[in-house]
Structure formats: C-alpha cells, structure tokens
C-alpha cells in the first residue's frame, strides 16, 4: 500500500477517508487535523496557557506532544493514583516523556499523589467511602485538575479524548437518554457553573487507531496496558459494539459523532455557559476555598468521610 501523498510506502490505512498516509504525511496529518479542531471548537488561542491531563496513555502524551509541536503553552498534571503496580508503570512513563521531550519546549509536569494526600491509594479510599473506584477517581481527578489550573491561572485544561471515546460516550448517553450529558457533551466546556475551568478535548476528530499509529510513528513511549479498574466498564461494550459496525461501514463513528455536533450546533445548545448569574451562585468550599455552589465541595466531603471510616 503506497501513501496517498507522496511516493512512499503506507504506514496506516484509514477506510473513514478512503486513503492511507506514510510516516511524515501521518503526522502532518493528525497535526493539522489537531489545529482544526482547536479553530473549529474555539478551544484556545497561541497565547493561552494549556494544563494537559497526563495519564502516561498513547492519548494524553500523543496529546502534550502535538501542542508543544504546534508551538502551544501546554504543561502537564499527572495525578498518581496509587494503584499498585500500574500507578508505577503510568507513572514512569510520564516521568520520562516530560524528561526527553517536554523539557526541551519550557514544558512543565506537575504531579498530584493520591497517597501521600489521602493517606491511602485510590482503592482502599474508594472502599472505605463505599464508593465505586472510578466514581472515586473522578471525583479526584476533576477536583486536582481544577485546583492546578485555578492556582496557577491556566486559561484552559485539555485532556486526550478521541473519536472513539467520545461516540461511544455519546451511545451510552444516547441509550440511556440521558439528556443533561447530551447537552454537556461537546469537544468544549466553557467554564461551569460548579467553577470548573473550561475543557477541552483537541483530539476529538482522531481515532484511537490514528493516534496510536502516531505515537509509534513519532516514538512517543507510552504505556499500553489500561487501568486495571476499566475492567468490565459499560464504555468498553460501546467502544466494541462501535468497532464492530466500523469494521462493517468505515466511517460511522465520525458520522454518529460528528452528526450529533452538527445537530447540537443547530439547536444552539452545544455548551452550558457561565453567565453573571450562573457565577453569582459560586462561592468558596468552606473547607478547602475552591469555588462550589454547595457549602463543603463534593471532594472535601469525600475526604471528611474518608477520614470518619478510618477512626
Ligand atoms: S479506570 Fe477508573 S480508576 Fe482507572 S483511571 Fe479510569 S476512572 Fe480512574
Ligand atoms: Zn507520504
Ligand atoms: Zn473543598
């Protein structure tokens, strides 16, 4: 299989546009593919500063990596969960691309321990609140990612979602018509009403496959084991059920997805913004100052009742 750019032989074949890329015509691909989204989603402007969520995944660092290429401001917060065995290996990984890559470009990398600020890893703290793990992480992860920007005046927090995340999150929503995410859903969340900083998700137009083709390409060196914890995720199922109708007819993730931004942009209800008002209900956790609109933030109840199961 030959490029269809120039002479050279293929590396990837991508049957979505009916056309296959070399290794250097990949990456100005997925590059260029990065800037439109950043444009077409009005996710930041070159002077912005960026915080990226790293996981040491091929998404996020393939993500850090494509900003600081394109000239961005983009720094990094790895938040260590402390599940054994994998928080080391994710860890290290991350460790050593902000070593040999990100450092070069005046890129920093922040990191969050769940350990040494809770006193347990995410698992044992998940089971003294009697919470699901991963509902657990996110909770963390929101409000450490949030912290880190607040604090340090980032304009916008950027994590690694793609194609094939975002349409099977949209077929979960969709099947359970869950329609206060739907309208959530979009490649940009303007700062919320709950004092989130705005998100965005710059990778939303790549699949999973593009994008672990140019991290191979580009010799991004990540970990390719998932969190032991997304065993048996509903996600999964819609990431498999998505795949199997993709293999069929090339192209239906970017339609599903794509088709419902469209729809969206239609209605004009594509994102939930932060009005006068809206902030006006904002005020500082009585705990830790962040901003939220109950007393206590939900994190510093999480904590609270971490702390009452351990007496
Ligand atoms: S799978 Fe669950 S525990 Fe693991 S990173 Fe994702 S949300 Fe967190
Ligand atoms: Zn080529
Ligand atoms: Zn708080």
């Known amino acids: 299989m030959r490029c269809r750019k120039c002479p050279q032989r293929a590396v990837l074949g991508m049957p979505r546009h009916n056309t296959a890329f070399c290794g250097p015509c990949l990456t100005e691909f997925v590059r260029t593919q990065v800037q439109k989204a950043i444009k077409a989603q009005s996710m930041f402007a070159p002077e912005d500063r960026i915080l990226v969520a790293v996981s040491g995944g091929k998404d996020s660092l393939t993500l850090w990596e494509i900003l600081l290429k394109l000239g961005y401001r983009a720094d990094a917060l790895y938040v260590d969960l402390g599940i054994p065995g994998y928080s080391d290996r994710s860890h290290e990984k991350v460790e050593r ?36 793990t991963c509902s657990a992480c996110g909770t963390i992860k929101r409000y450490q990612f949030n912290r880190v920007a607040w604090e340090n005046k980032y304009d916008v927090m950027a994590t690694g979602h793609n194609l094939d995340d975002e349409a099977a999150r ?10 206060e995410y739907l309208q959530k859903q979009s490649p940009t969340l303007p700062a919320s009403v709950e004092g989130f900083a705005k998100k965005v998700k710059p990778l939303y137009r790549m699949t999973e496959r593009e994008i672990a083709a140019y991290a191979v390409v580009n010799r991004i060196d990540y970990l390719v084991e998932e969190c032991p914890m997304a065993k048996g995720a509903k996600m999964l199922v819609y990431k498999d ?25 239609k209605v004009g209800e594509s994102s939930v913004s932060m009005t006068d008002t809206d902030q006006t209900m904002l005020l500082p956790c009585e705990t830790c100052g962040q901003p939220t609109t109950a007393g206590t933030c939900s994190f510093c109840r999480m904590m609270a009742r971490a702390k009452t199961s351990t007496r």
Not at 170 to 179: D, H, I, P, R, S
């Open 241 to 265: 059920a998505l795949n199997r109708l993709e293999a069929e007819s090339p192209g239906t993730k970017h339609r599903f997805y794509w088709g419902f931004l469209e729809k969206q942009k």
């Open 170 to 179: 949209l077929l979960g929503n969709v099947l359970q018509w869950q329609e």
């Open 97 to 132: 691309f902000a070593r040999d890559v990100a450092e070069a470009c005046g890129s920093k990398l922040m990191i969050h321990t769940v350990e040494e600020d809770a006193g347990a890893g995410i698992k044992e703290l998940a089971n003294l609140i009697k919470r699901p």
